[in-house]
């Protein structure tokens, strides 16, 4: 059975940086596209991130040049590094493979 | 970007009947490769996003076949054959033919 659980959110002050985790099992991470989209509250879902098994990545407009999304084979857990954190960055984000499964997302909450 | 609209933004239903959600691109979604990569999500309320349907009108495993996908080009709907209590929640559309992804507004669906 896939899984997917995110880990790694919070409360964090305006410019600060937060790594958020995703663990994966019943599949391996390397092998599949993976991305995280995120949701402010109330709001609608923002594609943020994508890297693809060969190791391509790509990152919306909104967040390039601020945040770095990895993957570690060994522990099959995908990351998203957030530097310069915004407080428009505020938002549930999620891991999701081929955007077809979706983990149950980690709030990010960005306020001095 | 490509900009994904959604109609309606809100739809009341009666448990039984039909519904329809449009989804129209600021450009043609058609790729390269010939696939039109238009995903449909469904968000029941306090979950994270499942996806219902891919590449315009492919079912996912285990989606209800009163969900059916259409459309080409830019132009694209999402119907339900008969709503059933289940079914509420908040529709998206999402583009995945070009960078970056981006999704519709969301359409959300409550029983009237």
């Known amino acids: 059975e896939v899984q997917l659980v995110e880990s790694g959110g919070g409360l964090i002050q305006p410019g600060g940086s937060l790594r958020l985790s995703c663990a994966a099992s019943?599949?391996?991470?390397?092998?599949?596209?993976m991305s995280w989209v995120r949701q402010a509250p109330g709001k609608g879902l923002e594609w943020v991130s994508v890297?693809?098994?060969?190791?391509?990545?790509y990152y919306a407009d909104s967040v390039k040049g601020r945040f770095t999304i990895s993957r570690d084979n060994s522990k099959n857990t995908l990351y998203l590094q957030m530097n310069s954190l915004r407080a428009e960055d505020t938002a549930v984000y999620y891991c999701?493979?081929?955007?077809?499964?979706w983990g149950q997302g980690t709030l990010v909450t960005v306020s001095s | 970007d490509v900009v994904m609209t959604q109609s309606p933004l809100s739809l009341p239903v009666t448990l039984g009947q039909p519904a329809s959600i449009s989804c129209r691109s600021s450009q043609s979604l058609v790729y390269s490769d010939g696939n039109t990569y238009l995903n449909w999500f469904q968000q029941r309320p306090g979950q994270s996003p499942r996806r219902l349907i891919y590449k315009v009108s492919n079912w996912d495993s285990g989606v209800p076949d009163r969900f059916s996908g259409s459309g080409s080009g830019t132009d694209f709907t999402l119907k339900i054959s008969r709503v059933e209590a289940e079914d509420v929640g908040v529709y998206y559309c999402?583009?995945?033919?070009?960078?970056?992804?981006?999704f519709g507004q969301g359409t959300r669906l409550e029983i009237k």
């Open positions: 019943g599949f391996t991470v390397s092998s599949n596209y």
């Open positions: 999402m583009q995945g033919t070009h960078w970056p992804i981006t």
């Open positions: 999701a493979r081929d955007l077809k499964e």
């Open positions: 890297i693809y098994s060969g190791g391509s990545t």
